[in-house]
């Protein structure tokens, strides 16, 4: 079946140090992978929207300079969050869609603490 | 501008009783919309969704959700409702297609035993 794995599931990191997560997508071709942050009892935003051999699409308050994103293949994302700070803090989600019309598919998320 | 209103932060209901969740869009085209269930330090699990056809979708877990155009409402419902359905629920908005997921701010629903 298909699914989407992150790693890590946890990580901790200094303030103003960064930190990178990966995504992969297991079992069928990603051709855009979503990046969300849900901050502590807030709900899911859209960081970006990364699509292979296309340009990422950042939202409003969320930057490229702060949030660079790879996404080389079909099967592979990684973003990194640069110089990390208390409010970088959350779980950060990928998501893919197997097929049009199918719900998108997340993996288990990285949970990013700052210290 | 898009949105979605989840508007009840909290519901709170004894286990057997009938389960509600409301939630309603802003949005001028055929929206795709979709449930899903997170539970205390996990990701989101999908729970059902509607596209397009018949506007009583039923999902995962005995869940099921009702698109009504009318009032741009796509309510979560179940019944008989179970202590392990304690969880947070989003109800969320795809623009047709475009992939940029508008999440509601959640519903946390609790179910006595």
């Known amino acids: 079946g298909a699914l989407v794995y992150q790693y890590p599931r946890r990580t901790i990191c200094k303030s103003g140090t960064s930190m990178r997560m990966e995504c992969q997508a297991v079992g069928f071709q990603a051709t855009s992978v979503a990046w969300y942050r849900q901050s502590p009892q807030k709900t899911f935003e859209l960081i970006a929207l990364?699509?292979?051999?296309?340009?990422?699409?950042?939202e409003q308050n969320f930057t490229q300079e702060k949030f660079p994103i790879s996404h080389p293949n079909l099967s592979f994302s990684s973003m990194t969050v640069l110089n990390a700070y208390l409010e970088d803090r959350g779980l950060y989600l990928c998501?893919?869609?197997?097929?049009?019309?199918?719900?998108?598919?997340f993996g288990e998320g990285t949970r990013l603490s700052v210290l | 501008a898009q949105s979605v209103d989840q508007p009840d932060a909290h519901v709170t209901l004894s286990e057997g009783a009938s389960l509600e969740l409301r939630c309603s869009y802003s949005?001028?085209?055929?929206?795709?919309l979709f449930w899903y269930v997170q539970y205390p330090g996990q990701s989101l699990q999908f729970l059902l969704k509607?596209?397009?056809?018949?506007?009583v979708v039923k999902g995962t877990k005995g869940f099921e959700a009702e698109f009504r155009k009318s009032n741009s409402s796509f309510n979560l419902k179940k019944s008989p409702a179970h202590w392990s359905d304690s969880a947070k629920y989003f109800c969320a908005l795809d623009s047709s297609g475009s992939w940029q997921l508008i999440f509601g701010s959640g519903t946390q629903l609790t179910v006595m035993p």
């Open positions: 509607y596209i397009t056809g018949d506007t």
């Open positions: 998501g893919a869609r197997v097929q049009v019309n199918q719900a998108p598919l």
């Open positions: 949005y001028s085209a055929a929206p795709y």
């Open positions: 990364s699509t292979v051999n296309s340009a990422i699409k950042y």
